[in-house]
């Protein structure tokens, strides 16, 4: 006799047939959306000030202030010297600042308040190296306005060094050399 497979039917309590569900039917911890930027551009700045990474950012918009959202940055970066990221948070029409989650803060004194930081000198062995880093972070914006996370890059020691995105710092046509990409992924979480 062959296997039937059973063809559960989805209702709710009073056996009325589910078409559909909602966030609030939903329990705490669910993914409620998913926003991601698959990042290809190559970016490169000697500026000693932190300044944006070109369309490096993803933007959600929580259905409910009670709401979290788990945020996966992925750079990969280069850099000939001292290169510092970090990410930023935009709520609405707010001023963005530092995403004070993401960067560290003990006795931080003369030093940068960074996500990721490297240093590489111009040996070959190390200036054709490139980093590919990744950080989670469990956000709590409080909001329902559109929140915007963007990444920011700098080389706050001396403008003699660069950084660059999505390549190493020294490359040549040659197939010893690559192009690659970052991303960045933000997912809502019902709290």
């Known amino acids: 006799m062959p296997i039937q497979r059973a063809k559960p039917r989805l209702v709710d309590l009073d056996q009325t047939p589910l078409t559909s569900v909602s966030a609030s039917n939903l329990p705490a911890g669910s993914v409620l ?3 991601h930027r698959n990042h290809n551009p190559l970016f490169s700045s000697s500026s000693q ?3 944006d990474i070109t369309n490096y950012n993803v933007t959600i918009t929580p259905v409910s202030a009670s709401n979290k959202v788990l945020l996966i940055v992925c750079p990969s970066w280069g850099t000939n010297g001292h290169g510092s990221l970090r990410i930023t948070r935009k709520i609405g029409s707010a001023s963005a ?3 004070s989650i ?3 803060d003990q006795e931080l004194g003369s030093r940068t308040a960074a996500t990721f930081h490297s240093y590489r000198t111009t ?3 190390e200036s054709y190296d490139q980093k590919h880093e990744g950080i989670t972070i469990l956000d709590t914006p409080n909001t329902t306005d559109a929140v915007l996370y963007q990444v920011q890059g700098a080389v706050p020691y001396s403008a003699s060094y660069t950084f660059v995105f999505n390549r190493q710092y020294s490359e040549a046509d040659q197939n ?3 192009r690659v990409r970052s991303s960045m992924t933000a997912m809502e979480i019902k709290g």
């Open 49 to 51: 000030t932190f300044i």
């Open 176 to 178: 010893y050399s690559a």
């Open 33 to 35: 959306q998913v926003q």
């Open 97 to 99: 600042s530092v995403l």
């Open 123 to 125: 040996t070959d062995a």
């Open 102 to 104: 993401a960067v560290g």
